[in-house]
């Protein structure tokens, strides 16, 4: 069955540290990676991953794949409050259907 | 662009009654997802529509829920005969045929009491 685990589940930071994400993954067919970011809401698109060790950059976050270790991280550096939100990770695994992870709550205190 | 829309946003069911959710995919996207979430859970694929046709539904249960995509309208992902578990978070998204695409509904909170 095809899998993807994330880890830590949550997470606390002040705001100004940097985190890193991780999203490790088990599926028998893969085409690409994705992040997204949801708060409580509608999960919102930051990246998709095809190529390994292409490092996608928007801003603050970054995020790189590693199709031989089966992995993806995601970087958030100089955290801000409104990053606080759950970061999901998901792999598409055939006909455009998403598997994904249970996330990562990260909060960010002032 | 107003998105991707799903109505309602709340939904509260008694159990055994019905529950029907709707979903209006964004404008020029012909391709139709649902989702479902449960509290602490991560989303999990229910089924993949085009117009008229049900492409993929290995993640859906096998009874009681339902999902059309009619040639006009909104797609609706229907659930007879609801139980408590079903109480969840039921997202919709909507591609124009690739996840690069893939754009999310706000979702239907579907509480059964």
């Known amino acids: 069955e095809d899998k993807v685990v994330q880890s830590p589940l949550s997470l606390v930071v002040h705001e100004g540290d940097t985190v890193t994400l991780n999203c490790s993954y088990e599926?028998?067919?893969?085409?690409?990676l994705l992040w997204y970011k949801q708060e409580k809401k509608a999960p919102t698109f930051l990246f998709m991953l095809?190529?390994?060790?292409i490092e996608k950059k928007s801003g603050r976050l970054s995020s790189i794949l590693d199709k031989k270790e089966l992995f993806s991280i995601l970087n958030i550096t100089a955290t801000q409050t409104g990053d606080s939100a759950v970061y999901l990770c998901?792999?598409?695994?055939?006909?455009?259907?998403?598997?994904f992870g249970k996330g990562t709550k990260l909060t960010v205190n002032p | 662009n107003a998105g991707v829309m799903q109505n309602p946003r709340h939904l509260v069911r008694r159990r055994g009654q019905e529950a029907r959710l709707r979903c209006s995919p964004m404008k020029g996207h012909s391709h139709v997802y649902w989702y479902r979430q449960l509290p602490e859970e991560g989303l999990k694929f229910m089924v993949y529509?085009?117009?008229?046709?049900?492409?993929?539904e290995s993640g859906m249960p096998k009874e009681r829920f339902s999902a059309e995509f009619p040639k006009e309208g909104p797609s609706i992902l229907r659930i007879q005969q609801v139980v408590r578990g079903d109480s969840a978070a039921y997202f919709c998204?909507?591609?124009?045929?690739?996840?690069?695409?893939?754009?999310f509904g706000s979702g239907t909170r579907l509480t059964v009491v």
């Open positions: 998204a909507s591609s124009p045929g690739t996840v690069y695409g893939y754009t």
């Open positions: 599926v028998t067919n893969f085409r690409s």
């Open positions: 095809t190529s390994s060790g």
């Open positions: 529509l085009q117009k008229e046709n049900i492409i993929d």
């Open positions: 998901a792999v598409e695994a055939g006909s455009e259907k998403l598997v």
